[in-house]
């Protein structure tokens, strides 16, 4: 196994000295824990907070960005920085959304990869909840039950880990969900880069009103047909059910909308 460079100790580190009582758990995922890390690999840092706190999530966040460029490292976003409450939101929901819709799992919003996609963000999490974990700080032993859980999520519902058409999406020329998702790029090179649903304030994208949508989708009959098209935006195309269904975990469908087209 690879040893992890001191950078992923020091993005703990950092999580500690900025958000101090405020913080229940870090660690360093990914291709680090693993042992699969390479020369120029990016560290994926998952934080678990009390309570959200944008200033020093933006804080940690260019700090944390400083530390890839310093030692010469591939940068793509700041972790996983959540407040408990809104991760907890994160993980219900998806797991209510693949009880309604396991067709999801061969839909664009997954396969593709996009950044829209909630269900797709919170797999994410799920894996990274999952898989090994290196330079831990858990002083309450929270990490142990969010493992075991995230376990038990894969083992009931198995899933590629890797989506076939990363890279391809397609999405419709004018929509909603092509101008959201070219909005989000934009940000990446701008003073508010990490102002999307992989950056911080994430209660923003996956806080109160994941839990509305998550009520809609409790008592749906599963919808298991697959879309057409994997590469492409599912929704022109899908059949009402599912259609519904895959807009109400869209980030580029209104909350009011996406549960009123489960009604």
Not at 235 to 242: C, K, Q, T
Request: net charge neutral; hydrophobic share 40%.
């Amino acid at each position: 196994m690879n040893q992890p460079p001191p950078i992923a100790g020091r993005t703990v580190e950092l999580a500690q000295q900025l958000f101090g009582g405020n913080l229940l758990a870090a660690y360093v995922g990914g291709s680090y824990a693993r042992g699969a890390n390479k020369p120029t690999s990016d560290v994926d840092t998952v934080v678990i907070l009390r309570q959200a706190h944008r200033a020093r999530e933006a804080d940690f966040a260019e700090q944390f960005r400083e530390l890839h460029r310093t030692a010469g490292l591939k940068y793509e976003h700041c972790g996983e920085v959540f407040d408990l409450p809104t991760l907890e939101g994160l993980l219900t929901y998806t797991e209510r959304c693949l009880e309604a819709v396991p067709a999801i799992q061969q839909s664009a919003c997954y396969l593709a990869d996009c950044p829209l996609s909630i269900f797709r963000k919170g797999d994410v999490v799920w894996k990274m909840l999952e898989e090994p974990k290196i330079c831990v700080f858990d002083p309450d032993s929270i990490l142990d039950g969010l493992t075991e859980r995230a376990q038990r999520y894969f083992t009931r519902w198995p899933m590629p880990r890797i989506q076939t058409y990363k890279g391809r999406l397609r999405l419709p020329d004018g929509s909603r969900h092509a101008l959201l998702a070219h909005s989000f790029a934009a940000l990446a090179n701008t003073s508010q880069w990490a102002h999307t649903p992989v950056g911080i304030g994430l209660e923003r994208w996956f806080g109160r009103d994941l839990i509305w949508r998550s009520e809609a989708l409790v008592g749906q009959a599963p919808v298991t047909d697959p879309t057409q098209n994997p590469a492409a935006c599912p929704l022109p195309e899908a059949g009402r059910d599912l259609a519904a269904l895959l807009a109400a975990q869209c980030l580029a469908t209104p909350m009011a909308d996406a549960v009123r087209g489960l009604r």
